[in-house]
Nanobody, 114 residues
Framework: QVQLVESGGGLVQPGGSLRLSCAAS????????MGWYRQVPGNEREWVAS???????YYADSVKGRFAISRDNAKRMVYLQMNNLKPDDTAVYYC????????WGQGTQVTVSS
C-alpha cells in the first residue's frame, strides 16, 4: 500500500504563501485523480483540490484563484501552492488518491494568523 507523507506547513500571516508537498512511497503515475484535503479539529475532512493524471485541475470554491495543485509522477510528488492565505485556511492538510484512497498520512499543519 502506498504511503503518503505531507510536509511544508507552518505559521504564516494572512496574505502569505506556503507550498505543501506530498511524497508517495510508491508510484502514483497510474493514480487517475490525486487530491488535497483539509481538516479542522471537530469538523469533517473537506476536499480542497484535485488533479487528474492528464493535468486537469479542480478546486473548492473557497480556494479557487488562490491555490494551485500540481503533480510530478516521476518524483512521486503532489504539490499544493497556497497564496493569499486567510485565517479560514487554518487546518491540517492531507493528500490522497481521490478514487482509491490509501491510508491517510499524518498531514501537515497550516496556521494562518497575525
Amino acid at each position: 500500500q502506498v504511503q503518503l507523507v505531507e510536509s511544508g506547513g507552518g505559521l504564516v500571516q494572512p496574505g502569505g504563501s506556503l507550498r505543501l508537498s506530498c511524497a508517495a512511497s510508491g508510484s502514483i503515475s497510474r493514480a487517475y485523480l490525486m487530491g488535497w484535503y483539509r481538516q479542522v479539529p471537530g469538523n469533517e475532512r473537506e476536499w480542497v483540490a484535485s488533479i487528474k493524471i492528464g493535468g486537469d485541475t479542480y478546486y473548492a470554491d473557497s480556494v479557487k484563484g488562490r491555490f494551485a495543485i500540481s503533480r510530478d509522477n516521476a518524483k512521486r510528488m503532489v504539490y499544493l501552492q497556497m497564496n493569499n492565505l486567510k485565517p479560514d485556511d487554518t487546518a491540517v492538510y492531507y493528500c490522497n488518491n481521490i478514487l482509491t484512497p490509501t491510508k491517510w498520512g499524518q498531514g501537515t499543519q497550516v496556521t494562518v494568523s497575525s
